[in-house]
């Protein structure tokens, strides 16, 4: 895997073959369906029926705009669903493990342990009382073997690593004292300092401006490449999954609508949601910044049409029968009965 | 040495403060009915007698000249004398604060002993029963009147139960020889047990009243800050790298929450310390706060202006010293 080619709009569909093909993905997500409130009064289903599939050194962007449950759907991997949540049905697995169920103690082993995270605003992401470097040094103790020493001399490794100068004094230091782009750093240096086989970014350069978000994406791309670990970023922005990632999740509404390699998806949009989403982000020539209309449906209950008809431009009476199932088309899956 | 600036800028703050609370309390003092001339010499006297006094005193002077007649007593260390009592105030001060001092201490650590923890428990998961409680104890502790407390506890655990010594004083045995003017610590020091629990039975009752009305606000304030903070992006951040809930409560979270807790325990010390007039009066405590009650009941000018001073002074310490504390321990404030 070759760390430097990661900006680049022809990344290579190369783990394509993939679905049911020999490698087992590291991380599975089949039929993930998450609700509000008990069975008997359920609130909303906010998420409804992810599939999801990262194979072993994998680029996966995960987009779609606010709402969309991209970041739900990391709490749901994590196990750290927001109070209230539950999983409805449907099967979560690192590495072959189910998660559904796991107790909470072998979760928090594979918590910052096999998967890790890592998220948008590092500087709150960080403890304010506790130096950098400890902090650090509490999640490699936490995980291994590690004494004190040890893990602190790990932890001023790992923040050299990610490129923060000085790395054995700053590792002293506390939050406050640190920038934007440095914090976020450190969380990446805490996110693999236990050498995970998955590290979801959620929204990892939100609030860093233009350029400071290009270093730190492509350091967390090179990093994470180094290690042979799988990345799933999650973003609103089709422009970064298009930079950084091989291959694409687009989801709306708590549903995927397609996925597959990035090149292809962006180059050639089988889902109309994917093509508005690729002309709101201007990487479609236009004069005029393009809005998609109306606004992502309230998902009090399940669906029983696509998501997107009443947005959608070409959306047509057979739209409405039923949710477009999530079927293999070319090099990708897509969930549209017009493609 | 941004610590000296700092502590610099308090104490000019700290000189401001006192030089408002005393000219506030000499104006108000003086400007009250009632004159104390009548009170030394008896109402009987004649009016050239009275008029004697009232120029001994120099009350007949501009008010402003009296109140810098005043402060400059107070700055050679002369609060006056009481008329009541025919001492030096700073005598009868000395004798009194002790037992303010005892019984703020007590409350103090009382209160702060069942507030913060339960603060702390109550707010590790909502609806729970320690929520539940906090809810009641909190709601309780802010809306009771101490003085009316006081009076239950004593019909309750005096009166009815004859659990508790009769509520008249610091204690009902030997007065321990003096070291530091703490009953309690002294009968230690002494090694009198009789006197220790004696002087601990007299103190339970008002320092229980107390730490239950000073204790609800703490609570609630704990509870606030410690669920603000269970709810923050580093704890979530730290639990999604699997760091364990014990650590994530005594480590991650905790001592975000004791930092404004501190102040707020700091604040209610101070408070307690100038002296708890209502409570010591109920408990016929002799303190600070029951001697400026009888003080303001005899027109006696010295004492009150003094146990104002004295409180300010108290409160304002404790909050410099909890303020330079932070300045040391919080990360945020150094540079």
Known sequence: MSPAAAPDATAPPAVDAQPGAAAAPVLDVADLTVGFGSAAKRRSIPLQGIHLQVAAGERMALVGES????????????????????????????????????????????????????????????????????????????????????????????????GIPNAARRAKDYVHQFSGGMAQRAALAMALSCR????????????????????????????????????????????????????????????????GPTASLTGDPKNPYTAALLKAFGTVDQRRMYAIGGVVPTLLGELAECAFADRCPQAGPECRDGVPELRRLEDRRVACVKA | ????????????????????????????????????????????????????????????????????????????????????????????????????????????????????????????????????????????????????????????????????????????????????????????????????????AQLALPAITLAITTGGPLLRVTRGFMRETMAS????????????????????????VLLPVSTMAALMYGYLLGGTVLVEFVFAWPGIGKYAIDSIAASDYAPVLAAVLLSACSYILVYLIMDILHFVIDPRTRT
């Open chain 1, 67 to 162: 709402g969309s449950g991209k970041s739900l759907t990391a709490a749901a991997v994590l196990g750290l669903l927001p109070e209230g949540a539950e999983v409805i049905r449907g099967s979560i697995r690192l590495d072959g493990e189910e998660l559904i169920g796991a107790s909470e103690r072998r979760l928090r082993a594979l918590r910052g342990g096999s998967m890790a995270i890592m998220f948008q605003n590092p500087r709150a992401s960080l403890n304010p009382v506790l130096t950098v470097g400890g902090q650090i040094a509490e999640v490699i103790r936490v995980h291994g073997s590690a004494g004190r020493k040890e893990s602190w001399a790990q932890a001023v490794e790992l923040l050299a690593e990610m």
């Open chain 1, 196 to 259: 995970p086989d998955l590290l979801i970014a959620d929204e990892p350069t939100t609030g860093l401006d233009a350029t400071l978000a290009q270093q730190v994406l492509e350091l967390v791309v090179e990093r994470v490449a180094m290690r042979d670990a799988s990345l799933l970023l999650i973003t609103h922005d089709i422009a970064v999954a298009r930079s950084h990632c091989e291959r694409t999740t687009v989801m709306y509404a708590g549903r995927v609508m397609e996925s």
């Open chain 2, 1 to 200: 040495m941004p610590l000296a600036i700092y502590i610099g800028r308090r104490l000019v703050f700290l000189l401001v403060a006192l030089f408002g609370v005393s000219l506030i309390t000499f104006v108000v003092t003086r400007v009250l009915p009632g004159n104390p001339a009548y009170l030394i010499v008896g109402v009987q006297a004649d009016e050239s007698t009275v008029e004697a006094v009232i120029e001994r005193l120099g009350l007949d002077e501009p008010i402003h000249a009296q109140y810098g007649h005043y402060m400059r007593q107070v700055f050679s260390g002369d609060l006056g004398d009481s008329w009541r009592t025919k001492n030096p105030v700073t005598t009868d001060i000395a004798d009194r604060w002790p037992a303010t001092i005892e019984l703020a201490s007590a409350a103090a650590i009382l209160s702060i002993g069942w507030s913060v923890p339960f603060g702390v428990v109550s707010a590790l998961r909502r609806r729970s029963l320690s929520d539940r409680l906090a809810n009641v104890a909190s709601g309780l502790g802010v809306s009771i009147p101490e003085f009316w407390l006081g009076i239950i506890l004593i019909l309750v655990f005096f009166f009815h139960l004859d659990f508790a010594p009769a509520p008249i004083g610091r204690t009902l045995g030997t007065v321990p020889p003096e070291v530091t003017g703490l009953y309690t610590l002294d009968s230690l020091i002494a090694g009198d047990w009789g006197a220790l629990r004696s002087s601990l």
């Open chain 2, 233 to 256: 992006h580093h704890i979530r951040s730290a639990r999604a790298l699997g760091v364990p809930e014990r650590s994530i409560v005594l480590r991650h979270a905790l001592p975000n």
